[in-house]
């Protein structure tokens, strides 16, 4: 049975009455609960290896002794990928004493390697584990949220965390050089 134009069109303002509506009872809703994601702080990075883009595997405990920011962003998402070029000029700002900016991608490498030929960085980039436990969800990203960042201290515990695009504000409190050393 063929459906006839006025059909079709009552057909597609549901769908989108539909979509319009889920969007509205999402966004209304807290991706994840702040008790959820403030547990992690304090705790001890969990041993994590991921590897570049050109598969050499990268232990994140062999930057201990070092303040890590770690990005989680994908290339489909549009507030990771404007939040990116403020993370490439900050990681510089400080020398020596800041933190060191690790973009881990929650993407097809195919994907990612693709955008940053087109939108290079200057800060290295892993490729995230996407299988469970994905490498966001071991950090506190329990709502899968990206962009997503979690500030390592140099004695290898998170410090802190936080859901959505990181502002210059909170950037220069991550990144500013540690009292007392690194």
Known sequence: MMLGRSNWLILGLAVLAAAIGGYAERRGQPAVSDH???????????????????????????????????????????????????LDRISH????????????????????????????????????RMTTPDTSLQLGDVGQVLPYSVLIGADGRISAIHEGPLDDSRLDQWLKPAQGGH
């Not at 705790?43 to 050499?56: E, H, S, T, V, Y």
């Open 36 to 86: 959820a994601s403030t547990s992690f702080v304090g705790q001890p990075m969990p041993a994590i290896d991921l590897p570049d883009l050109d598969g050499k595997l990268h232990r994140l405990s062999d930057y201990r002794g070092r303040r890590l920011v770690l990005n989680f962003w994908a290339s489909w998402c549009a507030p990771c990928v404007e939040e990116m070029p403020a």
């Open 93 to 128: 700002k400080f020398g020596e004493r800041a933190p060191i900016v690790i973009g881990i991608a929650m993407d097809d490498p195919a994907h990612v390697r693709a955008f940053l030929a087109a939108h290079p960085v200057h800060y290295l980039v892993l490729i995230g």
